[in-house]
């Protein structure tokens, strides 16, 4: 394999002992010689080098350009793995099998992303299988961040020849758990820069008729609501920016788009069209495909322009994430989908994010 890259990132910058295992920078390229970067600590994305129309190649990720910065990142899940449990659970608590578990606060006054030592603030196990595949391998312990279960899961990067970067995840326990797995990759189309431009002008579409409304600590109210007649409907193509800051309740509850969409689906579990996202300026597309039942779309509300890899700062609203996962508080709500996991199954999931480009202006 090649030592040379084009991102710019040096994999001396990325070794380190950290929690008695040995952190790196793995390189996927695919036979257009173009790039996806990694680093098995909290399995972060650090580059996606891809072209805009007129063939220029730019990284459209977030990420730092060493482990020191990825560890201590004012953002602690910036396109990391999150789980056991993606998004929030209301309070922290929620019962299965009549026995009631307490998880870590961390985000008011809810448990958010599998807690503040989930698996983003862990080192994986690492195997690069080939040029365009790496392997990971985390094990959460029987109650780590207080869920229960030893959960075993295998979260799977494969970067192909039409620049599809596949994310495919296998878990099993060995105790009755809840699990949500998700990659919170931010994703800069125009690619980053100093600063970063802003995603507002971003064309969006989203293939969801219904959304999940939050209260004001971002729990779900229990509703699902359609999107029709809201700054929430994206089934034909807005401008992120368009209703951003609508004078509407739920914008103003995630301080702009940080909401669960639920996709359409034939069946559950059937991997299929969940968003599209189109950056103007240089041509770039991303397809977001999914076998999971909702996608987490935030715009980024909380970056105050901190600084990133190669020189790039990030300031608000200059990313956006498509977090594929089950719903919000799922373990809480019985009438969402299942999050549950049993001995005996595997938990399995499989998200493409697929980076195109169109040549003429819309």
Same mark, same amino acid.
């Given at each position: 394999?090649?030592?040379?890259?084009?991102?710019?990132?040096?994999?001396?910058?990325?070794?380190?002992?950290?929690?008695?295992?040995?952190?790196?920078?793995?390189?996927?390229?695919?036979?257009?010689?173009?790039?996806?970067?990694?680093?098995?600590?909290?399995?972060?994305?650090?580059?996606? &080098?891809?072209?805009?129309?007129?063939?220029?190649?730019?990284?459209?990720?977030?990420?730092?350009?060493?482990?020191?910065?990825?560890?201590?990142?004012?953002?602690?899940?910036?396109?990391?793995?999150?789980?056991?449990?993606?998004?929030?659970?209301?309070?922290?608590?929620?019962?299965?099998?009549?026995?009631?578990?307490?998880?870590?606060?961390?985000?008011?006054?809810?448990?958010?992303?599998?807690?503040?030592?989930?698996?983003?603030?862990?080192?994986?196990?690492?195997?690069?299988?080939?040029?365009?595949?790496?392997?990971?391998?985390?094990?959460?312990?029987?109650?780590?961040?207080?869920?229960?279960?030893?959960?075993?899961?295998?979260?799977?990067?494969?970067?192909?020849?039409?620049?599809?970067?596949?994310?495919?995840?296998?878990?099993?326990?060995?105790?009755?758990?809840?699990?949500? &797995?998700?990659?919170?990759?931010?994703?800069? !189309?125009?690619?980053?820069?100093?600063?970063?431009?802003?995603?507002?002008?971003?064309?969006?579409?989203?293939?969801?008729?219904?959304?999940?409304?939050?209260?004001?600590?971002?729990?779900?109210?229990?509703?699902?609501?359609?999107?029709?007649?809201?700054?929430?409907?994206?089934?034909?193509?807005?401008?992120?920016?368009?209703?951003?800051?609508?004078?509407?309740?739920?914008?103003?509850?995630?301080?702009?788009?940080?909401?669960?969409?639920? !996709?359409?689906?034939?069946?559950?579990?059937?991997?299929?069209?969940?968003?599209?996202?189109?950056?103007?300026?240089?041509?770039?597309?991303?397809?977001?495909?999914?076998?999971?039942?909702?996608?987490?779309?935030?715009?980024?509300?909380?970056?105050?322009?901190?600084?990133?890899? !190669?020189?790039?700062?990030?300031?608000?609203?200059?990313?956006?994430?498509?977090?594929?996962?089950?719903?919000?508080?799922?373990?809480?709500?019985?009438?969402?989908?299942?999050?549950?996991?049993?001995?005996?199954?595997?938990?399995?999931?499989?998200?493409?994010?697929?980076?195109?480009?169109?040549?003429?202006?819309?």
């Amino acid at each position: 394999m090649s030592t040379e890259n084009i991102c710019g990132l040096k994999k001396e910058n990325f070794q380190a002992e950290v929690q008695g295992k040995q952190t790196d920078l793995f390189i996927l390229k695919n036979d257009k010689g173009y790039e996806v970067a990694i680093t098995n600590y909290g399995g972060a994305l650090v580059a996606i &080098m891809v072209p805009d129309r007129n063939g220029k190649i730019a990284n459209v990720v977030q990420g730092h350009d060493n482990i020191q910065e990825v560890i201590s990142s004012p953002e602690p899940f910036l396109s990391t793995l999150i789980g056991r449990y993606g998004n929030r659970i209301c309070k922290g608590k929620f019962t299965l099998e009549d026995k009631e578990y307490a998880l870590a606060i961390n985000n008011g006054p809810n448990s958010l992303h599998g807690g503040p030592t989930g698996c983003h603030a862990r080192v994986w196990d690492a195997e690069q299988t080939d040029g365009q595949t790496l392997s990971l391998h985390y094990v959460f312990a029987d109650g780590e961040e207080g869920f229960p279960g030893k959960l075993e899961m295998n979260a799977i990067y494969k970067f192909t020849n039409e620049n599809e970067l596949i994310i495919e995840y296998r878990g099993t326990t060995d105790k009755t758990t809840v699990v949500n &797995m998700t990659n919170h990759g931010f994703f800069s !189309l125009a690619g980053i820069a100093n600063p970063t431009p802003t995603i507002e002008k971003l064309q969006c579409q989203i293939n969801a008729d219904f959304f999940i409304p939050i209260d004001n600590t971002s729990i779900p109210t229990g509703e699902i609501r359609s999107v029709k007649g809201t700054p929430f409907d994206f089934t034909t193509p807005h401008e992120v920016g368009e209703r951003i800051d609508a004078d509407d309740e739920q914008t103003k509850n995630g301080a702009g788009y940080d909401h669960c969409f639920v !996709l359409n689906k034939k069946e559950p579990g059937e991997l299929s069209f969940a968003a599209k996202i189109y950056e103007p300026s240089s041509g770039r597309t991303m397809e977001v495909y999914t076998t999971e039942p909702g996608v987490q779309v935030y715009t980024d509300n909380w970056a105050d322009g901190y600084k990133g890899q !190669l020189g790039a700062t990030f300031p608000r609203r200059s990313a956006i994430c498509f977090e594929a996962q089950h719903f919000p508080d799922s373990p809480n709500r019985p009438y969402f989908p299942s999050v549950v996991l049993k001995p005996g199954e595997t938990y399995t999931q499989k998200t493409i994010y697929k980076f195109g480009v169109e040549q003429t202006e819309q």
